[in-house]
């Protein structure tokens, strides 16, 4: 059977992400990874989750919630604590306002599939999250940019905004109070509901906490079932990725819709995962979340230094005040895509070509950096070698002029 | 802000299924279940997954890989399982024909983002899986019917058929070996994919077991690579429904495709469940599933004896020889919608209503019961119950004739 003519006509557009498959790629090499944004895996709490995980199964009652199909909205435990952590950071919820997804991802793609229908149009940031890209591309929308700047107008028309207000991939920036209350009054005025993706909210680790645009949009309208803003959260970039337990906050009517995707979706997230996920959290979220934090800081700042030390001029480069990524920008004539499969090949140091972040027009003489993995050792010296390349084709660049 | 005017079209037509907005009903109240086809708790292996899970966490890089992100595809040790597991029921596979989902509900769903953009159609069963029905309508479809008959044509236009060979739910039958092959033969001549729900697959407990038509496809073909049939399996039925373990198998380049919609959905699915579920599969798959299937012989030979004893003239049923279901037609001017509502409500006994089984043209002299968490004593009683009601309903309808 030929089954490529068979695909939906968005299948033929859906390609491989760069960057996934360039980490199958550094598996099997000894690479500088500077690229991609993984949590460091010697943050995982092994210990406490072999714990949690024997004493579930030392109850036979919860051994047997654990193995059985969990409700769609989530296990309702770890729906409370939820609603009581997003009461915490300034956006009181209850347990109605929560539903429990597999990642991030999960509630991204469903808000995704809850909005667009094909050739609806979709505002995001430019850059933006390229796992958001992907999952909105199967729902075939257009896209337009969703300006972060506090005096730029949203764009009209759109189905939803999705924003990362805190250390977004790739460029590592935070909006500032005043850009996330200008974005809530201006998305109100002209109806535009907001997806705030909120994965590395947990992870600053400098400079003064600034409210959640969910938690400013709720404190704005009394009530969160008044709020025009859906938030997705995580465990993890604090806990480990492959509980894969995240979730969406938002207004209950809303929840309820995503709970029906959810249902069609994959029925629940694993039971397992979930009582897990609580069991951590209760008892040790803080202290997970402050050694993140700790790392991040000393392999952020091993990273800038480099970066001072090293670079031309002509690159400049963002200062993150939490989360994983430094977004550079080279000289205008300078594309990032060659700059990174150089580096890799010549080099062995894995960067990430900026251009896969834009849905359209990509700014092509960008790359983003991650500290995530990179001692600071190998940043030093990943950088350095970049340095070296790139001052080497300013170089050329200049004797072709 | 007014959410409801926001959603994508199609989300105005999804609606609550009436299966768990009545589980959740069921769980306040003492009611005899015939109704949701849950596998029963007591099957569960606590012991062997919380084994398993001490053995995952007593060798920290073991630790470390079920903590981190398991690649999209899956798990290769459990795809490599998985290959063997197709290959010795007759589908010869490779590690490139499979990719794990979350249970084969997130398989099922990608077949439909896969194929399916609003307005085209798909071929189901009628009645077919509620599941697949509430997936489906999330990509806007139309409906046709596919049927099963050997002799029937194949509807033309279809981008694919869904079908479930095996005790598929609600009916309980089985496809027999001419009707499977004829299936093939037909689908090929007009360029019909086909998606095979092999979820009950492994719970065979009487007759002779018949290859599934991934296999025979397979068989014919000569080569995994050249059918045009996709298979979906789960662990959900034979080791525990949490642990939220399926698959797809079919072409690696269709695989390839159902990767980038798994890397836009959720990313992967946890390691941690990944590496239990296999080791509980290659242990314990054999004894677990023998388990399941002796213990809803006794009870479906229970429920079909009650039939037998109770059923007023006139009501027919199917006889399955595996699975959980078994499919009830009444008379014709009986609506099991109201025999539904009406048993729960007067008689504490929970049936599900035929119709919600058909996405057009529904059936209405139908419901399903279902023999998995009903003890036989559960089972003579509350279908003892249903006779009684329905002789009375019967009753009332001649009387007003």
Known sequence: MDWNSLYATRMGK???????????????????QLGGGLPDPSLFPAAEIAAATAAIF???????????????????????????????????????????????????????????????TVAVEMPSFIGALRAFDTYEPRYVALPNEAEAPLPVGAKFGYLGSDFRNPTGTAMTLAEREA?????????????????????????QAVPSVFALAVQKAGDVEKVGVLHTGTL???????????????????????????????????????????????????????????????RRDAMLEALETHMPPGVTWTRPEGGLYIWVTLPA?????????????????SVISGAAFYPVDPVRNTVRLSYSLATEEAAREGVKRMGTMLSAMLETAVAAE
């Open 14 to 32: 859906v390609v491989a992400s760069d960057i996934r498959e360039r980490m199958k790629l550094l598996a099997a090499r000894q690479i500088i």
């Open 58 to 120: 030392a109850d036979p009652a919860r051994a047997t919630t654990a193995l059985h199909y969990a409700p769609s909205e989530g296990h309702m435990p770890l729906r409370e604590w939820i609603a009581g952590y997003m009461t915490s950071i300034g956006a009181p919820c209850g347990v109605d306002n929560i539903m429990i997804t597999n990642g991030s991802q999960q509630a991204i793609d469903f808000c995704g599939r809850l909005f667009l229908s094909p050739g609806d």
């Open 183 to 207: 974005m809530i009054d201006k998305a109100a005025a002209i109806g535009l509901p907001l997806v705030e993706d909120g994965c590395y909210e947990k992870l600053r680790f400098e400079g």
């Open 236 to 298: 993890s970039k604090t806990i480990a990725p492959s509980l894969r337990v995240g979730w969406v906050a938002g207004p209950s009517a809303v929840i309820r819709k995503l709970v029906l995707i959810k249902q069609a979706a994959d029925l629940a997230t694993s039971a397992l995962n979930q009582m897990i996920a609580l069991a951590v959290a209760q008892t040790s979220l803080d202290r997970l979340a402050d050694a993140g934090r700790a790392l991040y800081l000393r």
């Open 333 to 349: 004539h300078i594309d990032g895509a060659v700059l990174s499969e150089r580096l890799l090949m010549e080099e062995a140091v």
